[in-house]
């Protein structure tokens, strides 16, 4: 049951994850001067500072993409090396896309709040993202596990900011740009405080002491 479950939301995750890329990849027709839905603000942000907004929005998705099949134990026991190779994919994108983002969030759509939650999470993806490398190429494996289970949090928060945006126009709101003063902070906290509950929920407890005789 409880693995059914687990497999479920995986698959949910992943599903989620494919299809938000997917529909980021519009971006890859902007320097074409083909604007498919982009939202009006997100085209003024563009417009302002194409290199470092473009840099972010054609390469996040790559993140996206290859970021959930690297938690696929059996693929990962099987093909060491496509987790490797995918792995290294993950981390340039997530520190390519990061500086991009950490470079465009002055200029975000919402403004200086929305801009300074966009910032801290830039900081803390590409962060978070390096140190779990380098612990994986110095072979400390839980650390790289458990500094990636934060690192994918943060990606998917590209997923989670998504689904929320109806919710918000529900609650009143009347753009995204307006919404993203809230957005930049819901989209990934409660990403972030899920996997540290995870994680505080599966650290192997103190074996009980035994009562001396
Ligand atoms: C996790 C760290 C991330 C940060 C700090 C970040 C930051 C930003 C910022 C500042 C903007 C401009 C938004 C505005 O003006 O309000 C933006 C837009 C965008 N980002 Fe990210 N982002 C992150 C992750 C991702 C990921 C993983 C994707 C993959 C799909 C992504 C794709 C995009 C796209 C396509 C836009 C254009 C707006 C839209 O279509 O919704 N971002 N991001």
Redesign the pocket.
């Known amino acids: 049951m409880e693995r059914s479950i687990s497999r479920f939301a995986f698959g949910t995750m992943a599903f989620l994850s494919v299809a ?2 997917l ?2 990849m ?2 890859d027709a902007v320097p074409m001067n083909l604007w498919l839905g ?2 009006e ?2 085209r003024h ?2 417009e302002r500072v194409p290199f470092q ?1 473009l840099t ?2 054609l390469v ?2 790559f ?2 993409l290859f970021g959930p099949f690297q938690f696929m134990p059996r693929l990962r026991a099987r093909y060491p090396r496509i987790h490797r190779v995918s792995g290294r994919i993950y981390v340039a994108a ?1 520190i390519v ?2 500086l991009g ?2 470079f ?2 002055p ?4 403004g200086r709040v ?2 300074i939650g ?2 801290i ?2 900081v803390l ?1 590409i962060g978070t993202t390096t140190w779990a490398w380098r612990a994986a190429v110095a072979r400390n494996f839980a650390l790289h596990r458990t500094l990636m289970r934060y690192s994918y949090a ?6 989670t ?2 689904l929320q945006i109806p919710f918000f126009f529900m609650a009143g709101f009347h753009s ?2 307006e919404a ?1 003063v809230w ?2 902070y819901t989209s ?1 906290i409660p990403n972030v405080l899920i996997v540290a509950l995870y994680d505080a929920w599966n650290r192997p407890r103190k074996p009980a002491l035994v009562a001396a005789e």
Do not use: E, Q
Request: hydrophobic residues 60%; proline residues 4%; charged residues 5%.
């Open positions: 938000i890329a529909h980021a519009r971006f982009v939202d603000g997100i942000v563009v907004a972010h929005m996040a998705p993140a996206l997530c896309a990061g983002a950490l465009t969030a200029y975000a759509s919402g929305p801009g966009f910032a999470l830039a993806w943060m990606t998917f928060g590209a997923v900011l998504r995204y740009s993203s957005l930049a990934w």
